[in-house]
């Protein structure tokens, strides 16, 4: 049985060009160091082979800090390294695919823009859903319109499965999220681009509180 793995506050992605030039390994064990229990590679633009190699030493950081692992996109890479999952967008292999090739055991994630999305993720049995984007947010060069707290809401009240809000999220907007009942929360460039790493994921906290 798979489980929740959204039982947790914070969802870290990796995004190297934001990290003030460190390395996602190194962004990467300070997330885990100050308690982050899930963390998602993300990386567009670099070679496969760099990204496998990344990936692994990801995977091993997880195991030791017992996090939990997704990779975005690439359900070949995910396997390679014995990933606990993968994320996918709505753009991507179909879910029912995923699941052939992965199997039963692998957590899917999907993101969903629209009430419709989101009905249609329950029918097709993901494992949990990306909410969003609920702020404008430039971290990806391809993504959809800001969706507002309108579908957060809609979602709290009516989709069944676990789910973690996405883009736009800082310090000073995360409660307000908090107040419309999410509970676990997506954050890239907030955390990434920290100066201080540890500092900012206390205030997080601090604020969701």
């Known amino acids: 049985m798979r489980k929740n793995i959204l ?5 870290c992605l990796t995004a190297e060009k934001f ?7 190194a962004v990467v064990e300070e997330m885990l160091a100050s308690g982050i229990k899930l963390i998602q ?3 567009k633009e670099k070679y496969m082979g760099e990204k496998y190699e990344e990936c692994l030493a990801i995977r091993e950081l997880t195991k030791k800090y017992g996090a939990t692992f997704i990779v975005n996109d690439h359900i070949d890479l995910a396997l390679a390294v014995s990933a606990d999952g993968v994320h996918v967008g709505q753009e991507d292999m179909p879910v029912e695919v995923i699941r052939k090739l992965i199997g039963q055991e692998m957590i899917i994630g999907l ?7 989101a009905e249609k993720a329950v029918i097709l049995g993901v494992d949990y859903i990306g909410v969003g984007p609920i702020y404008a947010t430039q971290t990806k060069d391809d993504v959809c319109a800001a969706v507002g707290l309108a579908y957060l809401d809609y979602v709290v009240q009516h989709i069944k499965l676990p789910f973690v809000v996405i883009g736009g999220i800082k310090e000073h ?3 307000e999220l ?3 009942g999410a509970k676990c929360f997506a954050l ?18 601090a604020k969701i509180a």
């Open 41 to 43: 590679y993300r990386e």
């Open 19 to 25: 990290s003030l030039g460190r390395s996602n390994i």
């Open 178 to 180: 908090a107040q419309h």
């Open 188 to 205: 890239v460039t907030e955390i990434v681009g920290a100066a201080d790493i540890a500092g900012t994921i206390k205030n997080l906290r």
């Open 173 to 175: 907007n995360i409660a």
């Open 7 to 11: 039982d947790t506050d914070l969802y």
């Open 111 to 117: 993101s969903t823009h629209s009430k419709e999305q």
